[in-house]
Structure formats: structure tokens, C-alpha cells
């Protein structure tokens, strides 16, 4: 009876509470999450896309990566004017969505009528803009998101008392959990889709594949409604608030602006955002040698800046906590990853489709969202450095399966388990992608800055914060560019009009590229957090 009741408190500690935390105010916030991680719903497309239909290299692939993840740290600006704007801040989300669907729309173009878009500019052009315009739409609406899940958050009770420490911290903990829970939510409805849309779609003709990836992203059109109800479904409740304190004879102050003093605009958020495109827009026009590394230095060197003038807003020992944790999760999500090669070996070596491909998607999702839940109760009563200890421990398996898969595992387990334990059974994890634990990681860092930065400053924390750990998977995509330039990995690529193979398939060097990336998945946050809490920037929260 112990043993159960020691379970029944458990389950519901993790997931009962959870429920018992959430609020109607949380919806809006959480629709535009939903909205980010449906957006994911065009990557396993993306990836037979340019397999099928461009020559583009694992390296400039992952370059390319490099410069899509760069319109995330202009979340320093948007933060900011977020903050100045706070009452008109959907607009941003509208613009957002604009953006998104024009990206989307060249994908389906592209797709549908290769044609006509190739007559107008070259179509790996039309792919790199497309690829360019999906994380600014994304970045505008998460600026807001972010802003929103702050809002959303009571700050006092029922009867208005102020709420204690113990319960605002539980309460941040849980809307910035539903934050993330909302977007692998998304991935998971992303990859029950294409396990539905690309059944039997391995055995059609090219012709007939085209439709199906067109199918995909016209589903992807989704997206940016899904978003903009977020914010509409925000102004309803506002409006509902507001009649009701009417009614009722109360002030409608809190409803119609925010609590504290106004934030007052600082200049320099937006020049380091003016500086930053100004970098990014001369050095890749003029086609500079290493100019990917000199975007990243710059852009670092800017965030760096702005953090330092940000922290002066809170106490010192708490700026020196932020930098430290900070610190941790930024090289936590700069580990380098292995690159487009290894989805490729898995594609042409172990001959996974698309479906199954989705499939693994569908099931490192779950997973994600069950460590979620676990995880929730450790992150509001755990330090935060034993958080991310345990999530690199998590990660560092994670990265086991592919490793196994590509030395042969498989050819031993079968013949062992009567063909259970095969390719398909060991691949549990799709780990060629960004690992969701990045997302996770983010959780504890964000509750400590709804709950400690200044009310008028929120966004602006948030954004830049997230700029300096957003810069980390620019980091993690130069480390792949550099891998992959160290061991080379190349796919066959065919001539599509005389069939012959330009470029020849070629995976030797994928086993120690997996090894490496491994080890350093491991190695670099362990001895990140090891340092950290033997320094100034020592974490005891």
C-alpha cells in the first residue's frame, strides 16, 4: 500500500498538478508555441526536397543552417519593442505570419511549378530564401510569445493577495513548461501528419511524390492562422476582462496596460540590432572569406554588450547566477550535430522512408513531452545546475543509437531477437535532428527571468537572453560545417536529365564524425557546469 500510494503522489506531483496549474490566460501564448512546432511540419519534406532536387553539399547545408539561425538574435530589438509597444504588440505576430507563409508558398511553388520559379531566379536561390524567410517570421512571433507567457501569469491570488515565492516560482515553472510541452505538441500532430501523408509514398513515381510534398505544405499553411488565433483569442480576453471589472464597478487599469512604470526605449538594443544586420547583410553580399565566423563573432560581441547593460537592472549577485546559467545553456545547445549526412546513410544505407522517418519523429516527440513531465516537479525544487547535469547524462544516450546503427548492431541483434530487435527497432530516436532536450533546457532559464527581471523589462530579458543561447545553435552549426569539412560525407547525386551520377555516395568517415559529435555532446556541458560552479558566476538557485 506504501509502494502505491508512494506512486498515486507521484503521478500526481507530475501530471495532475499540471493540470490543476493551468490557466485559460495561458492559451493565447500557448497557441503561437503550437504554431512554432507545427512549422517543423516541412523538415522531413525539406530534407527528400533537396535530396531529389538539389546538388547542395552536407557543408553548405550546414552553413546555410548558420545563417537561418542568425535572425533568432535579433530577438534583442523585437524584445525590446516589445516592451515599448506593449498594448500593440500582436502586429508583430500578424507580420510574423506574413512572412511564414511566404516562405511556405515558395516551397509549394517550387514543388508544383519548378518551372516557372526556375525561370525567374535559379530554384536552389528560391530554397535559400525560403529557408531564410521562416526563422524571421518564426523569430517575430516568439518574441511576443515570450512576452505573453509572462502576462499570462497571475500575480496574486484569488482573494488579490500577492502571491509567496514558492507558488509564483511553481506557477512560471509550469506556463514555461507548457511553452515547450506546446511546441513538441506541435512536432508530435507534425509527425502523426506525415506518417499519415507519406504512406505507401516510397514506391510512387517522382511525379507522384511531388504531390505529396506539395500536399505538406499546403497542411503547413496552418501555421501562421494557428498564430494570429493566438493573438486574437488574447484581445477577446482582454476585452472579456474588461467588461466584466466594468460591471462590476472595478478599475480596468490592469487589463488595459502593464503593471509598473512604462519602459522607457533604449537606443542601444537597437543599434546593436541595426549593427548586427548591417554585419550580416555586408559581409554576405560582398562574399568575405570566413564570413560566417565573422557574423558570429560580431553578433556574439553585440549580445555580450547588451547583456552587460541589461544586468545592471538586477542585483549582482543575481546578474552573476544569469550569466552563469546562461553560460551552461548556451553551451549546452552548442554541441555541434552530425549533419545532413547522417539522415542520408539512414535514408540510402538502412533504407528508412519518409514515413518511417516521421514515425521516429512521432516517438522522440512523446519522449520529449514524458521527459517534460517528469521533469517539471525536478526543475521548480532542483538546482539548476543539476537540471542541466542530467540532461546532458540524457542527451549523451541519446546520441548512442545511430552510432550502433551505423557500425551494424543490427546485423547482430537480429538473427539473435528472430528479426525483432532489427535497423527499425534500435532507431528509437531520430538524433540527425537538433535534439528536443535543447528545448527543455531552456525552461529553467526562462521561469528565473519571469520571476526576477524587472516587470517593465521583461521581453527585453527574455529577448536577450534568448539571443545569447539562440547564438548557440549558430555555434552548433558552424562546429557541423566543420566536422563535416573534417569528414567528408557525400550522398549520390544523380543527373536528372541524363542520369548520371555526378556525385558518388560515399559514408566511410560517417562513423567517427557520429563518435566525435558523442563525446563532445558529453564532454563540453559537463565541464561547462564544472567550471561555472567553481567561479563568481556560481548558480545556487
Not at 507563409?101 to 526556375?118: E, K, S
Request: aromatic residues 10%; charged residues 15%; hydrophobic residues 55%.
Amino acid at each position: 500500500m506504501r509502494f502505491v500510494r508512494r506512486i498515486h503522489r507521484w503521478i500526481d506531483a507530475t501530471v495532475f498538478d499540471l493540470a490543476r496549474q493551468m490557466r485559460w490566460s495561458y492559451l493565447p501564448p500557448l497557441m503561437i508555441y503550437l504554431a512554432y512546432g507545427i512549422s517543423t511540419i516541412t523538415g522531413i519534406v525539406g530534407t527528400f526536397f533537396v535530396k531529389e532536387y538539389l546538388g547542395l553539399s552536407a557543408a553548405f547545408l550546414a552553413g546555410l543552417g548558420f545563417w537561418a539561425g542568425l535572425p533568432w538574435a535579433l530577438k534583442m530589438p523585437l524584445g525590446h519593442l516589445v516592451d515599448i509597444i506593449w498594448r500593440w504588440k500582436g502586429a508583430l505576430v500578424w507580420l510574423g505570419a506574413a512572412l511564414v507563409m511566404g516562405a511556405l508558398g515558395i516551397m509549394y511553388l517550387l514543388v508544383t511549378a519548378p518551372g516557372a520559379m526556375a525561370a525567374l531566379m535559379p530554384v536552389e536561390a528560391w530554397y535559400v530564401a525560403a529557408v531564410l524567410l521562416m526563422p524571421c517570421g518564426l523569430v517575430l512571433q516568439d518574441a511576443v510569445a515570450d512576452a505573453m507567457s509572462v502576462e499570462a501569469v497571475p500575480v496574486v491570488d484569488a482573494d488579490g493577495a500577492p502571491l509567496d515565492e514558492a507558488t509564483s516560482r511553481a506557477l512560471h515553472t509550469t506556463m514555461q513548461t507548457l511553452g515547450r510541452i506546446a511546441l513538441i505538441g506541435g512536432t508530435l500532430i507534425v509527425a502523426a501528419i506525415n506518417i499519415a501523408a507519406f504512406d505507401g509514398a516510397e514506391t510512387l513515381p517522382q511525379a507522384e511524390k511531388a504531390a505529396v510534398y506539395a500536399r505538406i505544405y499546403a497542411i503547413a499553411m496552418v501555421v501562421p492562422l494557428i498564430s494570429v488565433s493566438g493573438v486574437a483569442l488574447a484581445a477577446w480576453q482582454r476585452g472579456r476582462a474588461i467588461r466584466r471589472a466594468r460591471a462590476l464597478g472595478q478599475d480596468t487599469t490592469p487589463f488595459e496596460a502593464r503593471p509598473g512604470a512604462p519602459t522607457k526605449p533604449n537606443p542601444w538594443y537597437f543599434i546593436g540590432g541595426g549593427a548586427f544586420v548591417a554585419l550580416s547583410l555586408t559581409v554576405g553580399l560582398l562574399d568575405v572569406p570566413y564570413a560566417q565566423e565573422i557574423v558570429f563573432a560580431g553578433s556574439m560581441t553585440i549580445v555580450l554588450l547588451l547583456m552587460r547593460q541589461l544586468i545592471r537592472a538586477i542585483n549582482p549577485a543575481q546578474a552573476r547566477m544569469l550569466i552563469g546559467t546562461a553560460l551552461i545553456v548556451f553551451v549546452f545547445r552548442a554541441v555541434p550535430l552530425p549533419g545532413p549526412g547522417a539522415t542520408w546513410f539512414v535514408i540510402d544505407g538502412l533504407k528508412f522512408d519518409a514515413q518511417f522517418l516521421s514515425v521516429l519523429g512521432l516517438i522522440a516527440s512523446m519522449l520529449t513531452l514524458i521527459a517534460m513531465l517528469v521533469l517539471r516537479p525536478y526543475m521548480a525544487q532542483r538546482r539548476l545546475t543539476r537540471v542541466y547535469l542530467t540532461l546532458t547524462l540524457i542527451a549523451g544516450v541519446l546520441a548512442l543509437p545511430n552510432i550502433a546503427l551505423y557500425y551494424g548492431i543490427q546485423d547482430i541483434t537480429a538473427p539473435l531477437t528472430w528479426g525483432i530487435v532489427d535497423a527499425r527497432f534500435i532507431a528509437v530516436l531520430d538524433t540527425a535532428a537538433e535534439s528536443p532536450l535543447s528545448q527543455i533546457a531552456l525552461i529553467p532559464m526562462l521561469a528565473w527571468i519571469a520571476r526576477n527581471a524587472p516587470s517593465n523589462l521583461k521581453a527585453t530579458f527574455f529577448a536577450v537572453m534568448a539571443s545569447f543561447t539562440n547564438l548557440a545553435l549558430s555555434a552548433s552549426a558552424l562546429g557541423t560545417k566543420y566536422l563535416n569539412e573534417v569528414f567528408i560525407v557525400t550522398r549520390e547525386v544523380t543527373d536528372r536529365q541524363t542520369g548520371v551520377v555526378t556525385v558518388p555516395a560515399d559514408y566511410s568517415q560517417l562513423g567517427i564524425l557520429l563518435i566525435v559529435v558523442g563525446v563532445l555532446t558529453v564532454t563540453l556541458p559537463l565541464a561547462t557546469i564544472a567550471i561555472v560552479q567553481r567561479s563568481r558566476l556560481r548558480t545556487s538557485d
